[in-house]
């Protein structure tokens, strides 16, 4: 069976499918493949490694038809029409967990970064305005004590309040759509309706999958019940708040502060306003950017196709 990996990804999931006996063709220059130049790549293979870069969508999909399976770099599968992959026959795996602990990581930074305005003093130094000392100059929060609220307790979710009850021993609320029986037992987490997580968190951090019922959610509405002293944190997908809505929240002093390692859209452009917010900290997506995160991600992925390959059940099978 043939491979296509559509990036350059770490090689140890590249030596597990040749040590399988399959194939193995990577695109390893540093621009992604466009989606006609990957429609013509897949033409001479059976399996996909997915990147996320790439819209594997209805049209796609019945354009490849032939695939046998499409394994995705990443937990997250927004990109994928599971749906019409379903109807075509077509396998859809992922890499689940493989970055839980690199995100909460990412997503901690943020909460820090942004209550103590990390990124916009270390811009004022580069710019030469480290002046004198000023009692009520650069203000933050500090967030011992206060409360974390999670919306999508998932397994990164979890890794996260592990650390803010850890090292702020802050009480967690969270909303999920189910109860979360280890995080109420290990964490003392209570689970709360979405009105309540709005208004009741200090710091409210959204670790969910983007769907219909999460695109755009945290809007204006939402940022209008939360404390005018709140952090937004949003590790997850760029759609799930709205750009402009959380500008204006910011700026209008609704909500205190931001910390987001997805925006909308993606990239976000360099005179973006939110960059030049004092109480804002943004990173260009790298929530599972570590050596172990993205070495295990490599690993899951060729995991998929060999299973695929050798009539075993796929574990992280999505359809």
């Known amino acids: 069976m043939k491979v296509l990996i559509s990036l350059n990804i770490p090689e140890v999931g590249i030596d597990m499918l040749k040590q399988a006996g399959l194939e193995v063709e990577v695109w390893r220059d540093d621009k992604p493949l466009s989606n006609t ?27 490849c038809s032939h695939l046998k399976i ?8 927004d990109n994928v029409d599971v749906n019409t992959a379903r109807e075509l026959g077509i ?10 602990d690199a995100t909460a990581d990412i997503a901690f930074t943020l909460m820090l970064a942004a209550s103590r305005k990390i990124c916009y003093l270390n811009r004022s130094i580069i710019d030469g305005k480290w002046g004198h000392f000023r009692p009520r100059a650069n203000l933050g929060l500090e967030l011992k004590g ?4 999670v919306y999508g307790l998932g397994r990164i979710g979890f890794e996260m309040a592990k650390r803010c009850a850890g090292a702020y021993e802050m009480p967690v609320i ?12 290990q964490l003392g ?3 709360v309706s979405f009105e309540e997580l709005l208004s009741n968190s200090d710091v409210l951090s959204v670790h969910c999958a983007l ?26 997908r760029g759609p799930v708040h709205q750009q402009e809505d959380l500008y ?18 993606e990239p976000m452009q360099a005179d973006n306003p939110l960059l030049n917010l004092e109480n804002v900290a943004i990173t260009p997506h790298i929530g599972s950017a570590t050596v172990e995160a993205r070495d295990e991600m490599s690993r899951l992925v060729a995991q998929n196709i060999i299973q695929y390959y050798r009539g075993e059940r796929i574990v992280n099978l999505v359809n």
């Open 37 to 63: 130049e990957l429609v013509a790549k897949c033409q001479g293979v059976e399996a996909l490694v997915s990147t996320g870069m790439n819209a594997i969508d209805s049209t796609f999909l019945h354009q």
């Open 70 to 77: 499409v394994s995705q770099f990443g937990a997250g599968y």
């Open 91 to 100: 396998h859809v795996g992922n890499a689940p967990e493989a970055m839980s």
């Open 146 to 149: 206060k409360t974390l609220g």
């Open 174 to 185: 969270y909303y999920s759509r189910s109860r979360k029986l280890e995080a109420e037992s």
């Open 189 to 191: 987490a209570r689970k």
């Open 211 to 236: 769907n219909q019922d999460t695109r755009d959610l945290f809007n204006t509405d939402a940022f209008n019940k939360m404390k005018s002293t709140a952090i937004f944190i949003n590790t997850s």
């Open 248 to 265: 204006q929240a910011l700026v209008s002093g609704k909500i205190w502060g931001a910390g987001l390692d997805v925006t909308n859209p």
